[in-house]
């Protein structure tokens, strides 16, 4: 039989009757590390051990560490019998090791035991007095990354080693709280004369000269920290229920989404302007309409929040397999190529026309004529090169000037498309963004413009006093 064994967070008062005496008695003790204040109190009453702490010179992570100790313990047991593996600690809580053990031993049918011990969280829960029935999430250090933190809980983070994996911490946790949040700084929690408490604001963690592998950290629950998701979450809910907003409780999907699409380019102002502080606040407002939007449809019955969430996780992964199935390289070209493969496969199109149709008729017309041409181009339904394509606009200028004199209003309306139509087919051709490269020009009119009118100003006039071939030389002296 293995007997794992739990050595307390330290003190050895905190030590079990039962992990003593089964020290006491074994010759075949095995430590996670020697660094731990109670191997020190037990030296005198065991025969001889070995411990693992050379594997951390060797291992190129903790990850390898823990699963190479876990491997030599089978193959030690095999040649040896019995023995036993002490950790600090309980061996249940933040023990990888372990844990690795465990599975270790149940593919090879070996029998093993637990024996428990007081753990660092009962510790740090007894010197900090925390009630855990008011939540309580521990986290280990090393995977603070792969962790949502939550104000709303108390968090404890462990095995904060040094001062490099003090400051990864921090940063991470900046990333949810505020910089001047007062945490509890905790090393050697439970151990007389060893024990260390001290509140410090977040941004001094990595500061303290007195970190080592007994150091870890609480985060007191803060409902008034840094405003997350959750939080705009319960804002729109709050300004849709009974004592809310009545203005709020009216809106429909049918009555917010013009003004969706208005927040939309607001961003791309705000993106063209480089403004940063505006880009975050239209992103604000782009994400309001996402979560307002959801919660009518909750309030309707339909969905929520977590199922517009859950479907655009579920297309990303299925739309980008080379990152999280084939775990292969490609190129952009091949993304694009893929992911519209896999959308037609999604969506059950059975032909171009059916993709055609699907693409929203809500877009702006150059883009969605943009869109339509280059769909139509996979297949081969394409001019050869610009020239054809310029053409083809020439033809149509000549058709509007042959019907714009007439009393037809909806044929001259289907020949000035079918200009617009083909100078998009130019632009493409020449890898233009056909709505920018209009509305530069629209940007261009208005200084242009601006320059005529305030000449005019400058002389006393309006605009309405000038004739057409003074304001064109005015347009001319704009353009130099």
């Known amino acids: 039989m293995i007997k794992i064994v739990g050595l ?40 001889t051990f070995k411990t693992y702490d050379h594997f951390y010179e060797e291992g190129s992570n903790f990850d390898e560490v823990y699963e190479n100790i876990a491997k030599d313990i089978i193959c030690q047991y095999k040649e040896k019998g019995e023995l036993i593996y002490a950790v600090p600690g309980h061996p249940l809580v933040a023990e990888k ?31 900090l007095k925390i009630d855990p029935i008011e939540g309580i999430k521990v986290i280990d250090a090393f995977d603070m990354k792969n962790q949502i933190l939550d104000k709303r809980i108390g968090t404890i983070i462990t095995q904060v080693y040094n001062p490099l994996i003090a400051s990864e911490v921090k940063l991470q946790l900046l990333e949810f709280y505020n910089d001047d949040t007062i945490i509890d700084y905790v090393r050697a929690a439970g151990i007389e004369g060893q024990e260390s408490i001290r509140k410090i604001p977040i941004y001094e963690l990595d500061m303290q000269e007195d970190i080592d592998y007994l150091t870890s950290v609480y985060v007191p629950k803060d409902l008034k920290n840094k405003r997350d998701f959750n939080d705009l979450v319960s804002i729109i809910d709050t300004l849709r229920g009974e004592d809310g907003c009545p203005w709020d409780r009216e809106q429909t999907h049918e009555s917010l989404k013009n003004q969706l699409i208005e927040e939309c380019y607001e961003v791309i102002d705000a993106i063209n302007n480089e403004d940063i502080d505006g880009i975050i606040e239209e992103l604000g407002d782009v994400l309001l309409h996402v979560v307002f939007n959801a919660s009518i449809g909750n309030d309707d019955g339909y969905f929520n929040i977590t199922d517009v969430i859950e479907s655009i996780c579920t297309k990303m992964i299925y739309r980008h397999p080379h990152v999280f199935k084939d775990k292969k390289e490609t190129t952009s070209e091949e993304v694009i190529t893929t992911w519209d493969e896999l959308k037609t496969k999604e969506k059950k199109f059975n032909s171009v026309t059916e993709e055609l149709k699907a693409i929203a008729k809500s877009l702006p017309a150059l883009i969605r004529a943009d869109k339509v041409q280059k769909k139509a181009a996979k297949v081969g339904f394409d001019w050869d090169n610009v020239e054809e394509a310029a053409l083809k606009v020439e033809e149509e200028l000549k058709e509007v000037l042959e019907v714009y004199k007439s009393d037809n209003q909806e044929k001259i309306i289907e020949e000035v498309g079918d200009l617009i139509f083909s100078c998009v087919n130019v632009s493409r051709f020449l890898k233009v963004n056909e709505e920018e490269a209009l509305s530069k020009t629209t940007e261009k ?36």
């Open 8 to 47: 307390g967070p330290g003190a050895p008062e905190a030590l079990t009757i039962g992990a003593v005496k089964a020290l006491e008695k074994s010759e075949n003790i095995f430590f996670r590390t020697e660094k731990h204040p109670t191997v020190d109190y037990l030296k005198e009453k065991m025969k």
């Open 97 to 127: 090791s372990v844990f690795n053990l465990i599975k270790l031993c149940d593919e090879n049918n070996i029998e093993y035991k637990i024996l428990p011990a007081v753990s660092f969280i009962d510790a740090m829960i007894d010197s």
């Open 445 to 480: 009119f208005i200084k242009r413009f601006s320059f005529i009118e305030e000449f005019a100003l400058s002389k006393g006039k309006k605009l309405t006093e000038m004739n057409l071939e003074q304001m064109n030389n005015l347009w001319d002296e704009a353009k130099k």
